[in-house]
């Protein structure tokens, strides 16, 4: 009887080393960690053995889905308000109403008709994603003149964010090449000639 | 023995319970492992020619016939090559290769230019030399080396000046994205300097459709 009795006072298992343990890992988690975006759209970026990091900040990433919809993205939120008042003064009949703006702001990327933008922006944070997926940045001319997508490039380029904007184009693997001409004649046409196309690393014999 | 017994308890008394805070921690390591992501995406340089035509037209024949390959990128995951350049009334200069080492890598490495020298073969073993060099000498900084690589990419290795590669990379409208990356992704393991993405003019596309190449 004794000798069980000592042994219950042994279950203690000391958590001390565990806990330790833990506390790194999460230090470790902390730190080295950046959140994972909310991006509209699922992109598989294909491989290459490029080892040339994306630029951390004053990146304008363009997302392009298999389809080929087009979706901008600005690394600092702060500045989607100042970007979409650009677009405001260039393109008529775009109010918002504060809730929307407010809604327009907090998306990591976007992509959406101005046509279609008031509609969208009603709805619940939630729904947005799923409604914008449909759509994408027109990037067909208007009347001759700059496209949609053109006029969003140029708003990102002209607020405060943009004084030394980089372009990271993220298209996925499958990917038509006609849009991705597209898109990058039309930045050609901006004079926005270099771009940092997004990847995932592979090995070299692959 | 009962003694023994007390004394001990009262030892274990002073012990803290840590099981909450590692349950805690368990918790926020769960959170913080799923709602982040660890690594950067990795991501290759591409400066495009201006669309001014002016600028565009002042650089083109500048190298000699032999140091140039066309790339044609169709649909598929086909990928077809022209030596030179391109004739395009006869369709038999185009000559199809796979993606990959065995494809268009060994196409791109073999070239012989018409003094029967290979540059990227040689260019590549002096870029082998400088990154086993890199990985010797842990002193030698990124800028050093970038510019020590842009020179071997020029084709001013040790011994000497040597011709280098113009690639000329020409993706259909029904070749996909993953196509262009991989294709630039072989300039950069090939250590080609002198690429440019063209657009497909009139004339490649007869010479594509003579050959029935979608």
Not at chain 2, 76 to 93: K, L, M, Q, S, T
Request: charged share 25%; with cysteine; hydrophobic share 40%.
């Amino acid at each position: 009887m004794g000798k069980v009795k000592i042994k219950k006072a042994d279950v203690w298992i000391d958590m001390t080393p565990m806990s330790d343990v833990m506390v790194l890992l999460l230090t470790f988690f902390m730190l080295t960690s950046t959140f994972v975006k909310n991006e509209a759209v699922k992109v598989n970026t294909p491989g290459s053995v490029s080892e040339i990091k994306v630029p951390e900040t004053e990146v304008l990433q363009i997302l392009v889905d298999k389809e080929g919809k087009i979706f901008l993205g600005l690394d600092k939120p702060g500045y989607m308000k100042e970007m979409l008042e650009n677009v405001q003064g260039q393109v008529t009949g775009l109010d918002l109403a504060p809730m929307q703006v407010k809604n327009f702001v907090a998306l990591a990327s976007f992509g959406m008709p101005v046509s279609e933008m008031s509609n969208v922006l009603k709805h619940e944070a939630s729904d947005i994603n799923e409604l914008q997926k449909k759509m994408g940045i027109p990037t067909d001319s208007i009347n001759g003149g700059m496209s949609e997508f053109q006029i969003w490039v140029d708003a990102a380029r002209n607020s405060s964010f943009g004084s030394d904007m980089k372009i990271a184009i993220k298209a996925d693997a499958a990917t038509p090449y006609k849009v991705v001409k597209k898109m990058m004649s039309e930045l050609q046409d901006m004079s926005e000639n270099r771009y940092y196309l997004i990847t995932s690393l592979k090995k070299e014999g692959e | 023995m009962a003694k023994k017994k007390a004394s001990r308890q009262k030892k274990a008394e002073t012990r803290v319970d840590f099981t909450p805070m590692v349950d805690m921690m368990m918790l926020l390591i769960t959170f913080f492992m799923l709602c982040t992501s660890l690594s950067k995406p990795q991501s290759m340089q591409l400066t495009m020619p201006s669309n001014d035509k002016n600028v565009a037209e002042q650089d083109r024949g500048a190298t000699k016939a032999s140091q140039t390959i066309t790339l044609y990128l169709a649909g598929n995951d086909a990928v077809y090559h022209v030596d030179g350049i391109p004739e395009y009334d006869n369709p038999a200069c185009l000559k199809k290769t796979t993606w990959g080492a065995d494809g268009l890598r060994d196409v791109l490495i073999n070239h012989k230019t018409e003094e029967g020298y290979t540059p990227v073969k040689n260019i590549k073993a002096s870029k082998a030399l400088l990154d086993a060099e890199r990985a010797k000498d842990k002193s030698m900084t990124d800028s050093v080396y970038n510019a020590r690589l842009s020179k071997i990419k020029n084709g001013e290795l040790e011994t000497g000046k040597v011709p280098v590669l113009t690639i000329i990379i020409k993706a259909m409208d029904t070749a996909s994205y993953k196509n262009l990356v991989d294709a630039l992704d072989e300039m950069q393991i090939c250590a080609i300097g002198k690429y440019v993405i063209d657009q497909v003019n009139d004339d490649d596309m007869r010479l594509l459709n003579a050959a029935g190449i979608k």
